[in-house]
């Protein structure tokens, strides 16, 4: 058999071609012995020629239509059409041939039974000759799997998975008690609590989700009663991201953080997403970042006048202005995209760009929010961060910019970090601006980490795993709350249109996660164990490497309870204290002296005055990396040679 199996095409199809012509005048020998009962062989001389005929007929059919260029292995259930259609042909033909040469008058029975017999010989000979190469298919290279969901996803999903020779799916489980025992393509539908008898029978490996409508909560449900076998699991995409509505190998994918969330969006608002957009001249800072960049994607596709990208990076700049610039031509958007490499300090810059392009939105989401990077580098935290946001705040009012929203983070709600204070303070700036102005509506909004932003857990966790481990935790107990990318860009743009002056807007996170069962459950999704003491044959090491520098245990997003709905379910508004802008003001030159003179001790203190929430988690002697710092006199003089 490996011998055949090894040889070229053309002659497999003349063998499978001799072998028909072979076996069909013998089915039509067993039709006419079927209609007269009897092996008479006078009888059967008189049906010799059409006997002779038959595969002169069907051979040279079945190589018009096609049925010689299947290939076996891959063949499904479109092939009985074509079954049927040649030996339809083939057997007029053949009863044409038995009237015109008035060779005997020949009974319609023995063509009847002859065409039903052909039928069952060529489609059953194919289907077999198919499974018997899908079973060799199935060595040790082949994954064997288990598709749960017995639907017509899980049948498209199963007839992919024999095409692509990767994988064999050997057992089918779904809820539906009424689809337990029958069988889909040859396969057994099983009840989903019979998972770990069927792996240790059938050798599985992996389990598929086909069922691309159900929701995200339901979702992870699955995913709950699938996470104690330990094996590994991948999933469909919604129903809406398929191409035509049908599921392909390619359509697969691992799990991801956001399925293990089970969080269902909330379909936005078109109204909010447009009305600081559409037709307007819009300015995202930070436009390369995570938060920032998506931002662009979905600004522009409200159609804007004009899309300003400000982004300090040259290389993420680029990035997103040549993916901008693509996307505006395949969705045939007339925006005009203009980016600028620069920083929101340069108070000159600023002004020339929000007069030149006469800046409607303002979207501004560069900062620098590494925790215990900028709790060594304070200062320059400090100057990002609270001056930065100063001086945008200060040129957006006197270009008469209608809205300005701020990006804020769950890490300004009673800080322990520098970080988190110097986003309070922005915040606080510009609640001290809405309260002096009104051509000029600040708001802010808060919200969690963000799944796939650069320092997130989540792929450093994916990393660690794929390299056999171990998983750096720094606490057991530390929790956090997480949200994908898209949906937060999504809200803040529907957020921002919602803002009066001064609002502080938090986005509904959900339920915080602890981070230590995230970490387990990549692993048993991923088909793996937790090495510990009661799991000493586990693969994967968790190593508690202790809160870093200014980190906290849980994350707030309300300072106090203080809080109340909008017209999205997603979105609250928070009453928050404030400063009023002359005694804030005063604080902020203050703040700024101590940052020029590289007074730490004073700057901490500054901090703390001004955001009465924070509460340094780290001593004087972490606060900062020890450097030796020329003195402030020859910092002047250096900065005066520069002029």
């Known amino acids: 058999m490996e011998f055949l199996l090894a040889l070229p095409r053309f002659k497999k199809q003349l063998i499978t071609a001799l072998v028909d012509a072979i076996c069909l005048p013998i089915t039509f020998i067993l039709a006419i012995w079927l209609r007269y009962d009897t092996f008479n062989l006078a009888l059967f001389s008189q049906y010799f020629w059409l006997i002779i005929a038959v595969p002169f007929v069907a051979v040279p059919i079945f190589i018009r239509i096609g049925l010689y260029h299947a290939v076996i292995r891959y063949i499904d259930q479109k092939i009985i059409g074509v079954v049927l259609l040649g030996v339809t042909l083939s057997v007029l033909g053949l009863a044409f041939i038995g009237i015109m040469t008035h060779v005997i008058a020949p009974s319609r029975a023995v063509f009847g039974i002859y065409w039903a017999g052909a039928l069952l010989y060529v489609g059953a000979s194919r289907f077999l000759a198919r499974a018997y190469l899908v079973g060799v298919d199935r060595n040790e290279d082949v994954v064997k799997i288990a598709i749960y969901g017995a639907g017509k996803a899980g049948a498209q999903l199963a007839t992919a998975l024999r095409s692509s020779g990767e994988y064999a799916c050997v057992a089918f489980l779904d809820d539906n008690k009424s689809l337990h025992g029958s069988s889909i393509a040859g396969i057994k539908v099983s009840a989903p609590d019979t998972l770990d008898q069927l792996i240790k029978r059938l050798n599985i490996k992996e389990v598929m989700l086909a069922m691309p409508s159900i929701s995200k909560a339901r979702q992870k449900q699955v995913l709950d009663q699938l996470e104690p076998h330990k094996i590994r699991?991948?999933?469909?995409?919604?129903?809406?991201?398929?191409?035509?509505?049908?599921?392909?190998?390619q359509d697969i994918r691992d799990v991801e953080i956001e399925d293990l969330l089970g969080r269902d969006t909330v379909e936005p608002d078109a109204r909010l997403l447009s009305i600081c957009i559409s037709g307007k001249n819009v300015l995202v800072t930070g436009a390369g970042g995570s938060i920032g960049s998506e931002l662009c994607r979905q600004i522009l596709a409200?159609?804007?006048?004009?899309?300003?990208?400000?982004?300090?990076?040259?290389?993420?700049?680029?990035?997103?202005?040549?993916?901008?610039?693509?996307?505006?031509?395949?969705?045939?958007?007339?925006?005009?995209?203009?980016?600028?490499?620069?920083?929101?300090?340069?108070?000159?810059?600023?002004?020339?760009?929000?007069?030149?392009?006469q800046i409607n939105t303002v979207y501004h989401a560069a900062a620098y929010k590494h925790v215990p990077l900028v709790e060594h580098n304070p200062i320059e935290g400090i100057r990002n961060n609270v001056f930065g946001t100063l001086l945008l705040a200060q040129a957006a009012m006197a270009a008469q910019v209608n809205h300005f929203v701020l990006i804020s983070t769950d890490k300004a709600v009673r800080p322990t970090n520098v970080m988190g204070a110097t986003k309070r303070l922005a915040e606080l700036i510009l609640q001290a601006y809405a309260r002096r102005q009104t051509a000029t509506r600040f708001c802010m909004v808060r919200f969690g980490n963000v799944l796939g932003s650069s320092g997130s857990v989540v792929?450093?966790?994916?990393?660690?795993?794929?390299?056999?481990?171990?998983?750096?935790?720094?606490?057991?107990?530390?929790?956090?709350?997480?949200?994908?990318?898209?949906?937060?860009?999504?809200?803040?743009?529907?957020?921002?249109?919602?803002?009066?002056?001064?609002?502080?807007?938090?986005?509904?996170?959900?339920?915080?996660?602890?981070?230590?069962?995230?970490?387990?459950?990549?692993?048993?999704?991923?088909?793996?164990?937790?090495?510990?003491?009661?799991?000493?044959?586990?693969?994967?090491?968790?190593?508690?490497?202790?809160?870093?520098?200014?980190?906290?245990?849980?994350?707030?997003?309300?300072?106090g309870d203080n809080v109340e709905g909008t017209s999205h379910p997603l979105i609250m508004r928070a009453q928050e204290s404030e400063i009023p802008w002359d005694a804030l003001q005063l604080s902020l030159q203050h703040l700024d002296h101590a940052c020029t003179s590289f007074d730490h001790e004073r700057v901490r203190a500054l901090l703390r005055e001004l955001v009465v929430e924070y509460e340094p988690q780290c001593g004087i002697e972490d606060f900062i990396w020890q450097v030796k710092l020329p003195a402030p006199a020859t910092l002047t003089q250096g900065a005066a040679l520069l002029h």
């Not at 469909?236 to 190998?249: A, F, K, M």
């Not at 005009?336 to 929101?344: A, D």
């Open 233 to 249: 699991i991948k999933v469909t995409p919604s129903i809406r991201s398929l191409v035509n509505g049908e599921l392909r190998v």
């Open 302 to 357: 409200q159609r804007p006048a004009r899309l300003v990208l400000l982004e300090m990076s040259e290389f993420a700049l680029y990035a997103i202005e040549q993916e901008l610039s693509a996307l505006r031509l395949s969705a045939q958007v007339d925006c005009e995209i203009i980016p600028f490499l620069g920083r929101i300090h340069d108070a000159d810059k600023l002004s020339k760009i929000f007069r030149s392009y």
């Open 459 to 559: 792929p450093l966790f994916r990393k660690q795993i794929m390299q056999g481990g171990p998983i750096t935790l720094t606490h057991p107990e530390i929790t956090r709350y997480f949200m994908t990318i898209p949906e937060a860009a999504q809200l803040v743009l529907q957020a921002g249109a919602m803002g009066e002056g001064g609002d502080v807007f938090v986005l509904d996170m959900g339920e915080p996660v602890r981070i230590i069962d995230l970490a387990r459950r990549m692993v048993h999704l991923c088909g793996l164990e937790v090495k510990s003491e009661t799991s000493p044959e586990g693969t994967i090491e968790i190593n508690h490497v202790g809160l870093r520098p200014g980190e906290k245990l849980y994350e707030e997003l309300l300072i």
